[in-house]
């Protein structure tokens, strides 16, 4: 069974860092694509940053400098670290993975951001 389980997330004030981890299992990991959306209140999910199984890297243009994602293969793990927050980054951030026509979702964190 394929099971995608996130954490990490939270409430931190402006300007303040989070990381999120994202646990995986039932997957060969290593050849995955590896991303993080978020969803914040009444708008669409969106595609945060990308990790691909070579270790390439993308990120929305509004986190690049700010996050980073990163994986490691031999825990199945992926994580975003995210630094100097911004009330706009509020959102519930979902890991996702990918693999040709297969995909799987955890179900999500919520990061808050507010003073």
């Known amino acids: 069974q394929v099971q995608l389980v996130e954490s990490g997330g939270g409430s931190v004030q402006p300007g303040g860092a989070l990381r999120l981890a994202c646990a995986t299992s039932?997957?060969?990991?290593?050849?995955?694509?590896m991303n993080w959306f978020r969803q914040a209140p009444g708008k669409q999910r969106e595609l945060v940053a990308t990790?691909?199984?070579?270790?390439?890297?993308h990120y929305l243009d509004d986190v690049r400098g700010r996050f980073t994602i990163s994986r490691d293969n031999n825990e199945k793990t992926m994580s975003l670290q995210m630094n100097a927050l911004r009330p706009s980054d509020t959102a519930i951030y979902y890991c996702?993975?990918?693999?040709?026509?297969?995909?799987?979702w955890g179900q999500g964190t919520q990061v808050t951001v507010s003073s």
């Open positions: 996702n993975a990918v693999l040709e026509d297969h995909q799987h």
């Open positions: 039932g997957i060969t990991f290593r050849f995955y694509k």
């Open positions: 990790i691909t199984a070579d270790g390439k890297t």
